[in-house]
């Protein structure tokens, strides 16, 4: 069954930039040449809210692991982290010295990396907002920034036409991919973080193995990607194109499997859910669109069987299966444990996440504090010192 177009959402001003669900799926964040930052909520009927904050366009945004903030990043050169609620506050921080193209969370919540024209890609806590370290080889614009799944590498995309690997603990470029024959928009690892599938303003989609660096797949379309996103399996890959498409790429077989059609105008960015039933969509045409997958549950199945049949396609989609079966196996025994074990470690692991998130709004609460009491020190400071102007004048 072909993907379906679910919901509909309007209310943005200017071309959407920037789309990403929570982990729950209850809500969508979107950012807009506008300025604002919408939240809409997944949920019939539930209204949607606009965070304004940002003195120039939103460029990203995206959700913290626990869905409890809200990073996004503006032409304002700031980034600022929200608490996605009705009173929708949120901290500032002066992050770079150009615009901020690119915002996104390592799978922890604690660091977040930032990309800009300024030609670097920042590195900072989530908690104390604080700024840790520059990586800058990059020598023209920097499009778009990624953690790998387990934190240690980070993938940056630049209009120089490279995609840089780097070691976030030495904080060293370990390799560079130049075969792009055009500025790279968007870079992003797959769920095993073993490679990387780029996006490039010369049509193509090119999926590198990090580990090896050599190219595994190249997909050549008709017009700029800007955009791409790994289902969490790792077996599709949905990118948003400059002719008004979705399409979809099945990893394994090494092909086009679908090609969505509902933007008026370029497809300026593209998310599949964490969980990989939905897919989210923005354009220049200033709306959101919201798809239902509908591949799941059979083809995980059919890969599966296929798998097991080993029957392989060529050598690069042979090196993806290889990739993937990882995935699949762990499900498959995954499903065999001992139900009652699993209700018990989801039961910690959701405490645990609950426990993360408060963390989460009380830091970004505290930081709010912090500003609120500045800017009252700063009035206070200002009252005395007129205070004193008034006595001096009475006395002279």
């Not at 979809?248 to 086009?256: A, H, K, M, P």
């Not at 669109?289 to 591949?295: A, C, G, L, P, Q």
């Amino acid at each position: 069954e072909d993907p379906t177009l679910e919901r509909h959402f309007k209310g943005h001003r200017d071309a959407i930039t920037s789309v990403d669900f929570s982990l729950n799926k209850k809500q969508l964040a979107s950012g807009s040449m506008d300025s604002c930052l919408m939240i809409w909520s997944m949920r019939p009927q539930m209204r949607a809210y606009r965070f304004e904050g940002h003195k120039d366009a939103v460029m990203c945004v995206q959700f913290s692991p626990s869905g409890h903030l809200v990073a996004s990043g503006s032409r304002d050169k700031t980034v600022r982290l929200w608490i996605p609620s009705v009173k929708g506050e949120s901290t500032v921080f002066k992050a770079h010295t150009g615009t901020v193209r690119s915002v996104h969370f390592s799978s922890d919540g604690q660091s977040l990396v930032t990309a800009s024209d300024d030609k670097t890609v920042k590195v900072w806590t989530v908690h104390r907002q604080k700024f840790l370290f520059s990586l800058s080889q990059h020598i023209n614009w920097v499009r778009c920034a990624r953690f790998s799944p387990d934190g240690r590498l980070i993938a940056s995309a630049s209009d120089d036409k490279t995609v840089k690997v780097w070691d976030k603990t030495s904080r060293e470029c370990i390799h560079s991919f130049c075969e792009h024959g055009g500025f790279v928009n968007h870079v992003d690892f797959h769920p095993s973080g073993t490679c990387i599938a780029v996006a490039c303003t010369d049509n193509t989609v090119k999926v590198w193995d990090v580990r090896m660096n050599r190219l595994l797949q190249h997909y050549q379309g008709n017009a700029v990607v800007n955009s791409l996103s790994f289902h969490p399996s790792g077996n599709y890959l949905v990118t948003a194109s400059n002719d008004s498409t979705l399409k979809i790429l099945d990893l394994l077989e090494g092909r086009l499997l679908y090609t969505l059609h509902g933007h008026q105008g370029p497809a300026t960015c593209v998310a599949f859910s964490r969980s990989g039933d939905f897919i989210a969509s923005g354009g220049s045409d200033e709306q959101v669109m919201v798809w239902k997958t509908n591949f799941d549950a059979a083809d995980y199945g059919d890969v599966l069987k296929t798998q097991k049949s080993g029957r392989s396609v060529d050598e690069t989609h042979h090196a993806l299966s290889e990739m993937d079966c990882g995935v699949h196996l762990k499900k498959t025994q995954d499903s065999t444990r001992n139900q009652q074990q699993q209700e018990e470690e989801t039961s910690l692991t959701n405490t645990l996440e609950h426990i993360l998130g408060q963390l989460d709004v009380l830091t970004q609460t505290v930081s709010i504090l912090e500003q609120r009491l500045t800017l009252t020190e700063d009035k206070l400071k200002e009252c005395l010192e007129n205070q004193q102007k008034i006595i001096q004048n009475k006395t002279s």
